[in-house]
């Protein structure tokens, strides 16, 4: 009986300890490999410290095929939530820690939201947006009414020691250059309100036209 008490346990231990599986998606330029990081644990896990709560960290591995050379540019990259329209742009290290701190400042909108000014639209509205990376105009819809948190910088005390974080994020981060190999690097979005991850969709701007991976769990 001792035998299956021991397996009973080790069962629990590995089902408790069950990774995300990767989302994937190809073309015949490029194949996308992405694991996302939704819990605090798993966020601290990834990036080897603490995030404030709301950052989602996706581990990316891009692979060019073809003999293809692909330039990365990380606001190719917009995480959607399909559960309140949710959509967000990568966010740089210096955004997150660094001398210049994040700061988050809520408002009305009516307009797209561009990914290159880093704004979170906090709620909104179901579905699909419209304007995504690679079919031109801004991301989300120009009519749907939604309530948005714009993150802006704010200069900080220029004496204040360097922040560890930012060090760690600029050496994980996806790096923006021209790759013939595979890569692999993170970047960073944030959302509020706790998310599955069945709800998330990333959707990239790639050679060849706009790819989408989903996530399961």
Known sequence: MRWMTGLLLTLVCVAGDKKPLPGRTANDNIAIEVVAHITKEEVKEAVGAELDQGFIVLDVTLTPKNGQKIRINR???????????????????T??????????????????????????????????????????????????????????????????????????????????????????????????GKLKLKDLQLFVKAPGGRLTVPFVR
């Open 75 to 93: 606001d190719d990259f917009v995480l959607f939530s399909s559960k309140d329209g949710q959509r967000s742009a990568p966010f740089a290290p």
């Open 95 to 192: 955004q997150i820690a660094g001398s210049a701190g994040l700061v988050l400042s809520s408002r009305p909108s009516s307009g797209g939201v561009m990914a290159q000014e880093r704004r979170v639209p906090w709620g909104g509205v179901g579905g699909m947006p419209m304007g995504l990376p690679g079919s031109g105009g801004g991301i989300g819809s120009s009519t749907a009414s939604t309530t948005e948190a714009v993150a802006i910088t704010k200069d900080v005390d220029p004496a204040a020691k360097p922040d560890p974080l930012l060090a760690i994020l600029e050496s994980k981060i996806l790096p923006e250059k021209e790759i013939t190999e595979p890569i692999t690097g993170q970047l960073y979005f944030l959302f509020e």
